[in-house]
């Protein structure tokens, strides 16, 4: 089951990046992309780390890769970036995930439209404040057609939510006088 809400929720935020980085739809070919990925996980666990450049480089001529200092730059400012935002997406979304099962494992599956609601509501925020980073940029995807449609979809999650409080409410009161 983990397996299949990850991908789920990996499928929902693929569209939504996609939206989001028009300018990265293409795959990176600069000299450290096109390393096989054990070097290239290497060379971004180093750069995390805060290694100099040149012990990177002799690092990779241990394995026969010649790269230059600039190679290095333009994979800081470009490909790393890229890493430690998906890095950044997969801790959130591995989190989400941890809070989703904690509470179906806690509630044997009865509170999973409550779940639902509060799935909805972290992946709203997760649109608003992307909008707002994009619209401070003044970046394309800071569309206001796309704000309106994610307010109206708070105010919708709003009143899900109130309606599944007076269910509960309801279901309980119904409980106490059938006991």
């Given amino acids: 089951m983990t397996l299949k809400v990850l991908k789920a929720m990996n499928t929902t935020n693929a569209n939504h990046t996609c939206n989001s980085e028009q300018k990265h739809l293409r795959r990176r070919n600069g000299r450290i992309?096109?390393?096989p990925l054990n070097l290239r996980e290497a060379v971004n666990s180093m750069l995390e780390d805060g290694i100099p450049y040149d012990t990177i480089i002799a690092k990779l001529r241990e394995h026969g890769i010649i790269i230059r200092r600039s190679n290095l730059t333009r994979w800081h400012n470009g490909g790393f970036q890229?890493?430690?935002k998906?890095?950044?997406w997969l801790k959130e979304m591995r989190s989400n995930l941890d809070f989703i099962l904690d509470n179906l494992r806690d509630n044997e599956g009865s509170k999973i439209p409550e779940v639902a609601?509060?799935?909805s509501?972290?992946?709203l925020f997760e649109f608003l404040?992307?909008?707002s980073h994009a619209a401070a940029q003044g970046g394309p995807q800071a569309n206001s057609a796309e704000f309106i449609r994610a307010a109206n979809a708070a105010c919708r999650l709003s009143r899900a939510t109130?309606?599944?409080k007076s269910l509960k409410s309801a279901v309980s009161q119904s409980n106490q006088v059938s006991a």
């Fill in 86 to 88: 998906e890095r950044l």
């Fill in 82 to 84: 890229d890493y430690l």
């Fill in 117 to 119: 609601v509060q799935l």
């Fill in 129 to 131: 404040r992307d909008f």
């Fill in 162 to 164: 109130l309606d599944f």
């Fill in 33 to 35: 992309a096109k390393l």
């Fill in 121 to 123: 509501a972290i992946r």
